[in-house]
């Protein structure tokens, strides 16, 4: 397992970061613990959540139960140490979440103090704003995405407010560092702009989506990754298991994401089928699991950070974890290269 930087930090996290928004509802607080004590013996040092998990589905009834889990485990183990905690901070639109109000001064300190007492710890390494309040292209939004109506001065105002209500935290020593998620270019390089600026706590991170059916990252944000040392932490590696291969030909496994949130949030369509099917039939060809090829490409990404892995059995939590000891051939390399031309852009 490599270790990486995150961002200008100094904090080193494992390749692969640990996903935990199935905790609380497809999992057990148990199921949790024992994925958390495996993960940690196979060398990942690196745990994500947010607020606002489980979200297989998300509601009142569940919402803050994965930061709960992953309290309790810390609290047994005394492993607090050994491990770098990223959490997240919910955007606008929940009403059950401080009445869907957009992040401010006040909510921002009412959601950090709930997430430590939660996490039964003092401290968070990374703390990220989990989408924007202004809008974005991510979870399928790519096809009405229109930013056209924003105001600029607005825009920047309340971001400004956002770094400086994160930068109390970090003063306080309640934050390590600070991050991003579902944002855009603009939006990141808004971000350390206003930093600079200000003298504010630097963005280390964007977490935003990455596989092989959903590749944005390559464009802008790989430039801004590379020249900005803002890497990607990527969720939805494998495409919510569309890159499994369990959904083809319309397979819905008992207790599967699909069985429970039906579309997969808007990525289960007829396109990405074919999409898929190639390239299981590419990993079949050269004898590789499609999830562990999804997974060790994603690796190779020279603006990766870290790529969050999510399972809710101990067997797909091994698949994905040995991801990180598969070096694909030149010729595998070639062949998803050549498919990515083929299917740019399947849900």
């Not at 809008?135 to 770094?163: C, E, I, M, N």
Request: proline residues 5%.
């Amino acid at each position: 397992m490599r270790i990486k930087l995150l961002g200008r930090t100094g904090i080193k996290v494992s390749e692969i970061c640990l996903g935990s928004m199935t905790w609380g509802t497809q999992n057990t607080e148990a199921e949790a613990h024992q994925q958390m004590d495996y993960a940690f013996a196979h060398g990942i040092n690196f745990i994500d959540t947010a607020e606002l998990y489980p979200v297989t589905p998300a509601g009142p009834e569940t919402y803050g139960l994965t930061e709960t889990y992953i309290g309790t485990w810390l609290a047994k183990t005394g492993r607090r140490g050994d491990a770098v905690v990223a959490t997240k901070v919910a955007g606008p639109g929940r009403d059950y979440i401080r009445n869907g109000t957009p992040p401010g001064p006040q909510s921002m300190r009412q959601a950090l103090e709930a997430s430590l007492k939660r996490l039964r710890t003092d401290y968070i390494d990374l703390y990220q704003m989990h989408w924007p309040t202004r809008g974005h292209y991510h979870f399928r939004q790519t096809w009405t995405y229109d930013p056209s109506g924003q105001d600029k001065t607005a825009v920047r105002d309340h971001l400004l407010t956002v770094l400086e209500t994160l930068d109390a935290f970090v003063r306080e020593g309640k934050v390590r560092a600070i991050g991003l998620s579902n944002e855009t270019a603009w939006g990141v390089m808004a971000m350390l702009g206003l930093a600079e600026e200000h003298g504010l706590p630097r963005i280390a991170s964007v977490q935003n989506e990455y596989n092989l059916l959903y590749r944005t990252h390559d464009l802008d944000l790989s430039e801004v990754s590379h020249h900005e040392d803002v890497g990607l932490l990527a969720f939805s590696p494998l495409a919510a298991g569309l890159m499994t291969g369990k959904y083809i030909d319309g397979a819905c496994p008992e207790g599967s994401r699909l069985s429970i949130n039906g579309d997969l949030g808007g990525r289960y369509t007829a396109n990405q089928e074919p999409a898929v099917k190639a390239y299981a039939g590419l990993a079949r060809a050269h004898g590789l699991d499609l999830a562990q090829m999804q997974l060790a490409f994603s690796l190779t990404r020279p603006f990766m950070t870290s790529i969050i892995i999510g399972a809710t059995s101990m067997e797909q939590l091994k698949v994905n974890i040995g991801a990180a000891d598969i070096t694909l051939s030149p010729e595998v390399l070639k062949g998803i290269a050549e498919l990515h031309k083929a299917y740019p852009a399947p849900m």
